[in-house]
Each structure stands twice: as structure tokens, then as C-alpha cells.
């Protein structure tokens, strides 16, 4: 089974700017995979993917301030983040989308006002 390990998470003020990294221990090219964040007290939710074709989406609050890309030859997905608001305070998780395998530990994410 596919495992993932995340990084990049850090405090940073709002307006700041992070890149979150997910290596994958297998191939991850034909798949869509998906960056997801769990805040305190929410449910865990997807808020970009893409696609096998480099095709990217984003959740509404993300978009146009997070980046989705991978690299297929490093089995790695990446997540730019910028313009950060608190509300973007959360742990980062990446993971497939149509299939979730067993999760990762996460990247901590904490912005402050």
C-alpha cells in the first residue's frame, strides 16, 4: 500500500506565504491526487487536486491563492500557499482522491492574525 509523509507546515503571520510538500512511497502518475486539511473542531476536506493530466481544481477558499502540482518522476505533490488567513489554520494531508489509502501524519499549518 501507498504510504504518504508530508512537510512544509510552520506558523507564519497572516499574508504569509508556505509550500507544503507530500512524497508518496509509490507511483503516483495515473492517479488524482488530493491536498485536504482538517481544522480544530472540523471535518477533514479536500481543497485541491489533480488530476493524472496535470488538470488542477480548488476548493472556493483556496482558489487563486493555492497551487496544486506534483511531480511524477519524484512521486511528490506540492501545495503553494499564499496570501494565508487564519482560517487556513489546519493540519495538511495529502492523499488519492477517488481511493483515500491509509493517511499520513500530516503538516501542521498555523496562521496568525
Known amino acids: 500500500q501507498v504510504h504518504f509523509v508530508e512537510s512544509g507546515g510552520d506558523l507564519v503571520q497572516t499574508g504569509g506565504s508556505l509550500r507544503l510538500s507530500c512524497v508518496a512511497s509509490g507511483t503516483i502518475s495515473s492517479n488524482t491526487m488530493g491536498w485536504y486539511r482538517r481544522a480544530p473542531g472540523k471535518e477533514r476536506e479536500l481543497v485541491a487536486w489533480?488530476?493524472?493530466?496535470?488538470?488542477?481544481n480548488y476548493e472556493y477558499s483556496v482558489k487563486g491563492r493555492f497551487t496544486i502540482s506534483k511531480d511524477n518522476t519524484k512521486n511528490t505533490v506540492y501545495l503553494e500557499m499564499n496570501s494565508l488567513k487564519p482560517e487556513d489554520t489546519a493540519v495538511y494531508f495529502c492523499?488519492?482522491?477517488?481511493?483515500?489509502?491509509?493517511w499520513g501524519q500530516g503538516t501542521q499549518v498555523t496562521v496568525s492574525s
Open positions: 492523499n488519492f482522491v477517488y481511493l483515500n489509502v491509509a
Open positions: 489533480i488530476q493524472s493530466g496535470g488538470t488542477t
